[in-house]
């Protein structure tokens, strides 16, 4: 069956940072579009940013640009967000993505940034 099983979230300090892990099983993981999606308290699930290929990924969400960065590593069938100088404000569950028509959601890990 396919499955996106996420890791790495937890309680970090402001200026603080966190690698997530989305690992990848059932289904071609090197030929998916993948994105990360976060969603904070009160507020809609946003896209932060997506990966087609291990050279082309692109961080789209403005308030996060030149902190995250997205990356995949195929051999490992695993999607990587890299999060830098963390702030209060993202503060929220964090969840890995397979797009497309036969897209799917990973669970969601939680992300606290507070002091």
């Known amino acids: 069956q396919r499955q996106l099983v996420e890791s790495g979230g937890g309680l970090v300090r402001p200026g603080g940072s966190l690698r997530l892990e989305c690992v990848a099983s059932?289904?071609?993981?090197?030929?998916?579009?993948m994105s990360w999606y976060r969603q904070t308290p009160g507020k809609e699930r946003e896209l932060i940013g997506s990966?087609?290929?291990?050279?082309?990924?692109?961080v789209t969400e403005n308030s996060v640009k030149g902190r995250f960065t997205i990356s995949r590593d195929n051999p490992k069938n695993t999607l990587y967000l890299q999060m830098n100088n963390l702030q209060p404000e993202d503060t929220g569950v964090y969840y890995c993505?397979?797009?497309?028509?036969?897209?799917?959601w990973g669970q969601g890990t939680q992300v606290t940034v507070s002091s």
């Open positions: 993505k397979k797009e497309g028509s036969s897209g799917f």
């Open positions: 059932g289904f071609a993981f090197y030929n998916s579009i």
């Open positions: 990966s087609a290929t291990p050279d082309e990924n692109a």
